[in-house]
């Protein structure tokens, strides 16, 4: 199994390293077949704050076919995140990972370029939701049927979330989609939760 973890410029490392250890404990220390391989537009991409990280692949290298889930971390407006995460290129991607029946991960914003995609038309959803809510409002515009007061949402192959605080619980939800409940729940007590 490998995970296509897509870091568009500003993304959130506390929302990013979750699916880095999660899946990492899974084939570490439980011989689970998954591997995270990390991507953005370009080798390095800055994250929020101001954190260069290397990523494995450019956009340009990636081939949906070899993989089995996309993985998107959220970020800072300020830091550029819409920039990327609007970006025509990173939208088609997503449509692509639908279209081939993969899942999809989100954290926080991250929800936002997949509503733009248009592949959570008339689905459950739901992103970022303190101050004035209009991160879910934004989310709503797409089509969606945002779910305000649920934490993490899944509806079938996508799971969305809240804020930084529901990054492991994607992570371990996005493994168990893919590994199985009863594997998910083993590497999920011995991190603690």
């Known amino acids: 199994m490998k995970v296509l973890l897509f870091c568009c410029k500003g993304f959130e490392t506390m929302e990013f390293a979750p699916f880095v250890d999660v899946m990492g ?3 570490n220390d439980y011989d689970m077949p998954v591997e995270v391989v990390t991507a953005g537009f370009s080798k390095t991409v800055i994250s929020t704050f101001g ?13 949906v076919s070899e993989y089995d889930a996309l993985a998107i971390p959220g970020g800072f407006e300020e830091f550029g995140f819409y920039e990327e995460a609007y970006d025509k290129r990173f939208l088609n991607l997503i ?15 991250g929800a936002l370029p997949i509503g733009a995609s248009g592949i959570l038309k008339g689905r459950k959803a739901t992103t970022y939701h303190l101050g004035d809510g209009r991160r879910q409002k934004q989310l709503a515009e797409f089509g969606v049927d945002v779910i305000p007061d649920q934490s993490v949402v ?28 009863d594997k998910a729940q083993v590497v999920a007590k011995a991190m603690g939760f």
């Open 95 to 109: 449509r692509e990972f639908e279209r081939s029946n993969k899942f999809i991960a989100s954290i926080c914003v």
């Open 25 to 27: 404990w899974a084939r």
């Open 154 to 181: 899944i509806d079938k192959n996508i799971i969305t979330s809240f804020c930084p605080e529901t990054a492991p619980h994607v992570a371990i939800a996005l493994l168990r989609m893919l590994m199985g409940e």
């Open 51 to 63: 954190i260069p990280i290397l990523v494995d692949k450019s956009f340009d290298e990636i081939d």
